[in-house]
């Protein structure tokens, strides 16, 4: 595959087959998808909602902290200020011992909701006002300390922030003002900022999420491809496939280099697979050469010994008659020297064809020696049947030849065997066909002759 194809086609081994097809959009986003349902894509879910949670708790944490530190400083400068006020307005009126005008000044102060409590005390730590969150105004209220010097001073608990403020005549310090504020409305302002915090939370973890594992399949798709070719390749044993790159992903390289793997492996496997036919062909021609005859193309004298065994072995093991015949050409040392070795070959090669013909097919027939033939008949039947056989091949031979303008008459001599009725072996069966076959010699040739025990 060239490199231009590659750049403009690309392979989806994730629907099982080995197709080449052009790149489309809405096929990546099918493959988003698919990729959303893999467990490596749920492990980026729950590690991303983990990492998100966390990073948001603790960015709502700071926020809510920072909220606090300026809420309570907010809370506590307006309670200052509202105290320096105060105690500046009610001056005159403790100098003057008039209650009923520092209640009037304390009432109109714009007392905001936090406000818990106001306290005026004299110079000597007596309660000279005191006012409640319920609107009413006390007799008494316990002694205050002293105030050390003309700052004011605040004090937080759990509940309440206190701010003592002194109230001053001319630099001189002639009582003191006390107010407790709420900070239930500072603790209800974060738990409002904690919920819609969470809210939010919740709703950019749920988006952020989704959006961010489908940004990380999408960027492991190359690798997802990688893994499904891996897996087409090791199924079907197929080098050709290739992954679709085109250059714009961080696995490019990757992709390259995979393809180019897969390239060297397939033309390996191409060039093993072609030196392996090789091999096996020339084994195929060394086994023909080793067990063939190079005129006749039939089995050589190496052959027919193993076949020989293994067809007597059958024959004993079944019960079933199995022959063998020598053929021997009579005087065919004549016509080499009448017509030379060329002619010789040509008439062996006639008789080869005609002894071929008149065999059945299940019989095989070598040829051992240069005018030496040799046929096994396995499942013959009965004697007079191989008998029988041994007449049409000696008719077949017998046919006249033409060779150089002349007709020429071969004979030749048979001897014929049989196991298991004249051997028990492959031995005693070879011995039984070559006496056989020098009775049908001394019988005056042109004839068969079968092996008589004595």
Aim: charged share 20%.
């Amino acid at each position: 595959m060239s490199q231009d194809l590659l750049n403009h086609a690309t392979i989806f081994p994730i629907c099982k087959y080995s197709l080449i097809i052009d790149w489309k959009p809405d096929h990546e986003e099918q493959m988003q998808r698919a990729s959303l349902n893999l467990p490596l894509a749920r492990k980026f879910l729950r590690f991303n909602a983990v990492a998100l949670l966390a990073s948001l708790l603790v960015t709502l944490s700071g926020l809510l902290l920072l909220s606090a530190l300026l809420a309570q400083h907010r809370l506590q400068s307006e309670a200052v200020l509202q105290a320096d006020t105060l105690a500046a307005s009610l001056a005159p009126t403790l100098t003057a011992k008039d209650a009923s005008t520092a209640r009037a000044l304390i009432l109109n102060a714009g007392i905001r909701p936090e406000l818990q409590a106001v306290a005026v005390y004299d110079s000597q730590g007596h309660s000279f006002v005191s006012w409640n969150a319920l609107g009413q105004f006390n007799g008494a209220a316990e002694p205050a300390p002293s105030p050390r010097n003309n700052a004011v001073q605040t004090a937080w608990s759990f509940g309440q922030l206190s701010v003592a403020a002194p109230i001053l005549l001319e630099d001189e310090i002639i009582g003191r003002l006390q107010l407790h504020t709420s900070v239930v409305p500072l603790y209800q302002e974060l738990l409002s900022l904690l919920l819609a915090g969470l809210v939010l939370i919740a709703l950019v973890l749920a988006v952020a999420c989704y959006r961010l594992t489908r940004q990380q399949i999408s960027a492991l798709a190359p690798v997802y491809e990688l893994c499904d070719t891996s897996e087409h390749v090791v199924n079907l044993n197929d080098y050709s496939v290739r992954i679709w790159n085109d250059g714009n992903h961080e696995f490019a390289n990757l992709t390259q280099h995979f393809n180019q793997m897969l390239a060297r492996i397939n033309t390996w496997e191409s060039s093993a697979e072609a030196s392996i036919r090789e091999r096996r062909e020339q084994e195929q021609k060394v086994e023909i050469l080793d067990n063939h005859d190079s005129l006749t193309k039939l089995p050589n004298r190496h052959y027919f010994h193993r076949a020989l065994v293994h067809h007597v072995d059958e024959a004993l093991a079944s019960g079933e008659l199995a022959a063998l015949m020598f053929i021997d050409l009579d005087d065919f040392k004549s016509v080499n020297d009448e017509y030379g070795y060329e002619a010789g070959d040509f008439v062996l090669a006639t008789i080869a064809t005609r002894l071929c013909a008149t065999l059945r097919g299940t019989d095989t027939l070598c040829r051992i020696g240069g005018d030496e033939f040799a046929a096994i008949l396995p499942q013959t039947g009965s004697l007079a049947l191989a008998e029988t056989l041994a007449d049409r091949l000696l008719a077949a031979i017998r046919q006249p030849i033409a060779l150089y303008g002349k007709k020429l008459v071969v004979s030749a001599s048979i001897g014929l065997s049989c196991a298991p009725l004249h051997a028990q072996e492959q031995r005693q069966l070879l011995r039984g066909g070559d006496l056989a076959l020098a009775a049908a010699k001394a019988a005056g040739k042109d004839t068969y002759r079968t092996f008589k025990p004595t």
